[in-house]
């Protein structure tokens, strides 16, 4: 830190990509029941592009302040606490969730967070895993238990397995002792998803999908999570009995058309303290991960950007230091 300066990757306004450029801004201050973290890699998410936008401004009616940093999620150092936080000490390793943080994202060398929202490193995760595996994770976990509220042996197809939601929700779903039949994005991301260790994985693009899905379940999917759109997503919720469930997070596009027959459900996978202690245990004793296609240095955000609107596996993160 000098001067309580920083390096962050900011937005002057809401645009394409080419709109984040690398400058020195100030350090966040820190309130009581904050942590200063200081940041090793920010997990890059679908949802940034949105942000990036201006989207979730319009939206919610917010009122944005520029320099402007984005970054929902990180990994890091704790190098300063509030005088109320006491779970934490200085040179802690620890990751953070925080989507819109008024005090700026996880896109700069350091951020604060509320302590609600920040959770020690698991210790089978390295930072740049920790840094990338929150947003996503907590996502398909809301989708998951708490909207579809998947039981053991019922049958559940995954639609966008090797995206980043997706790739999490595969690993939870089989955790919580489903069935789970995964539909990914061409063969590398096949490769991917058996790699975590999920049997039956198709490849959306080649393969039959309503054959394969009517082999693994006859009677139809007892539940759906749809965590990407596309030309298959029609015929995935035919897959689906009647009665059954699907959810998706909201923000897939094209939202799924669904019967009145079958539940549907979008939702959004807002991070509070107990769906992180949540995750956080299913890291642990499941030995859940995630796949960093690739890493970016601060200065090429906005490549990383342009990378996000491509095909990847998994998730993509920066590498602040």
């Known amino acids: 830190m000098n001067d309580g300066e920083m390096k962050a990757a900011v937005l002057q306004r809401f645009g ?3 709109e984040l450029v690398l400058q020195n801004i100030s350090v966040p201050a820190i309130g009581s029941n904050d942590v200063l973290i200081q940041v090793d890699c920010a997990g890059l998410g679908e949802w940034d592009v949105f942000e990036r936008e201006g989207g979730y401004a319009e939206m919610l009616g917010l009122e944005s302040v520029f ?3 984005l970054g929902s999620e990180g990994a890091g150092t ?3 606490v509030g005088e109320k936080v006491s779970e934490f000490t200085i040179g802690d390793k620890v990751c953070g969730v925080g989507f819109l943080n ?7 060398e350091y951020v604060a967070l509320n302590s609600n929202y920040v959770s020690p490193l698991s210790d089978h995760l390295t930072l740049q895993k920790a840094s990338s595996i929150s947003g996503v994770g907590l996502t398909a976990l809301r989708g998951l238990e708490d909207v579809l509220k998947i039981k053991q042996s019922e049958s559940v197809m995954i639609f966008g397995a090797s995206g980043g939601v997706g790739h999490l ?3 939870l779903a089989k955790s919580m002792g489903a069935r789970v039949f995964a539909v990914a994005s061409g063969q590398d991301g096949v490769s991917m998803v058996k790699g975590l260790g999920i049997d039956v994985v198709i490849d959306g693009r080649e393969d039959n999908l309503l054959l394969e899905a009517h082999s693994f379940a006859p009677e139809g999917f007892d539940a759906a999570l749809f965590t990407a759109g596309g030309e298959s997503t029609q015929k995935a919720i035919e897959c689906v ?3 059954g469930r699907i959810a998706f997070p909201n923000g897939i596009d094209p939202v799924p058309q669904v019967g009145t027959d079958i539940m549907s459900i979008g ?3 807002d991070p509070d303290s107990e769906i992180i202690q949540r995750l956080n245990r299913y890291i642990d004793l499941n030995q859940i991960t995630v796949n960093v296609d690739r890493s970016f240095s601060l200065e090429d955000c906005h490549e990383a950007h342009i990378k996000l609107n491509n095909h990847y596996l998994g998730k993509l993160c920066l590498k602040v230091r």
């Open 16 to 18: 394409d990509a080419e």
């Open 67 to 69: 320099p402007y940093v």
């Open 78 to 80: 704790v190098v300063a």
């Open 102 to 108: 008024a005090k700026g994202g996880f896109y700069a």
């Open 169 to 171: 929700a595969v690993q």
């Open 241 to 243: 009995h009647k009665d």
């Open 267 to 269: 939702y959004n996978g």
